[in-house]
């Protein structure tokens, strides 16, 4: 039996019956000059009961690509349950999306704070709101992320390991990617888990930009899982795709020895093998230039698009041990 199977559901104090639509402002706090910071949480309901599921981004205001996401979903009224009830929020951290910021104005990380406390920072405080006024009423969620700090992210889907269901409804959205990691200590994923919400953490393109490709498989992944739920309006067209996803059991970051400018020889999103090229370092005047290669065979899952790197940065993510060891 899902959470939802009732007559009503309440979030912030407002109930939301069978076959309503609702947007719910949630106001924790205001901004500096006393103007009141809203956060709109969508909620569509069908008359016929199923599954609540929980769609959501901007968690880091600068990744924008997420939000464009949740956007797309709600213009093209895939919002719309045929059961059950859909909830987006496009927006999570509206402190920083105003700032175009990864951090509330506290400097913490919203996603590293949460189960949160009802007295504690600002950041603390939202999660803990999320966490006791949201998630309550939720089955299943898909948080939608980008790369941060320039570095770009191929589509993927993140889960964690030893959750069947998690892993059935990463096949169902079969992104061109799915790592398995582990939950952060304070991340809304782990959170999420630990009030038994099966969620699925999208990463796709980079802070600070809207990639349509990207949009447009984070959109079609979320048609195919609600239509597996049983949930997607027969309006709606389903796009399965050709290819299966690859799954990596690990993975680790190629590092630049030296600091410079960095030219990225685009090979996000493909398989390389052991000592192919994948970045170039060099010096503004021409002294020298460095080859990056790859230390083993894999698939680069991240690229960083950073003009300029220090040693130690990260330039690639690849991947190690794919399932089954393919």
Known sequence: ????????????????????????????????????????????????????????????????NGIEIVR?????????????????????????????????????????VFPGRKNGSLASRFAYHILTEVMPVVDYAIDFHAGGAGRFNAPQIRLAPNQPELKQLADVFNAPFTLFSKNISGS???SSQKSNVKMLLFEGGKSLDINTEVADLGTEGVKRVLSFLGMLDHKHEVVNTTTDSIYINKSSWIRAQSSGLLHDHNKIGTFVKKGEIVATITDPFGNFEQKVKAPNDGYIINANHAPIVYQGDAICHISKSLLNGN
């Open 72 to 112: 797309q979903l709600i213009t093209k009224k895939i919002n719309n349950p045929k059961i059950g009830t859909i909830i987006c929020i496009p927006i999570i951290n509206m402190f920083g999306y105003i700032n175009m910021s990864r951090q509330f104005p506290d400097g913490r990380d919203l996603n590293r």
């Open 1 to 64: 039996m899902t959470k939802t199977q009732r007559k009503s559901i309440t979030i912030l104090g407002e109930t939301i019956l069978p076959g309503e639509s609702k947007t719910i402002d949630m106001e924790i706090a205001k901004l500096h000059n006393a103007a009141k910071l809203k956060i709109p949480i969508i909620i569509k309901r069908s008359k016929i009961d199923g599954p609540t599921v929980l769609f959501s981004a901007g968690i880091h205001g600068d990744e924008i």
């Open 188 to 190: 809304f994923r782990n």
